[in-house]
């Protein structure tokens, strides 16, 4: 299984993503949330609102989710892929029956 954790400036940005995402195949389950952002830029500290979108996938789809994301952005977003230890099997008995698994070769 995998995680994405992304970083995104609106909430339609994260409806729009997590649609495609679905209805695609690309992850079984995806979660967005509200947080605050510091950040140093060009010798400054800001704070900005931001959302965070959680995707819960397989590995193998790394390359696809990000073109989806690209697609409804056009700033630099963060995007990091968590590779959990244990999951309940439950969950993953989910994912499995819906994102079909891929090979680690095709990362």
């Known amino acids: 299984?995998?995680?994405?954790?992304?970083?995104l400036n609106?909430?339609?940005e994260a409806r729009q993503i997590s649609r495609v995402?679905?209805?695609e195949k690309l992850a079984v389950c995806v979660n967005w949330f509200p947080i605050t952002c510091a950040y140093s830029w060009e010798g400054e500290i800001k704070e900005e609102p931001e959302l965070v979108l959680i995707i819960k996938t397989q590995p193998g789809y790394r390359q696809e989710?990000?073109?989806?994301?690209?697609?409804?952005?056009t700033y630099t977003n963060?995007?990091?892929?968590?590779?959990?230890?244990n999951v309940?099997?439950?969950f993953l008995n989910w994912l499995n029956a819906e994102v079909p698994p891929r090979s680690l070769q095709t990362n």
């Open 88 to 90: 309940n099997q439950g």
């Open 1 to 7: 299984m995998k995680i994405y954790y992304v970083t």
């Open 78 to 85: 963060f995007i990091a892929e968590i590779s959990p230890t």
């Open 10 to 12: 609106n909430s339609e």
């Open 65 to 73: 989710i990000e073109k989806v994301i690209q697609q409804y952005i």
């Open 21 to 23: 995402l679905l209805e």
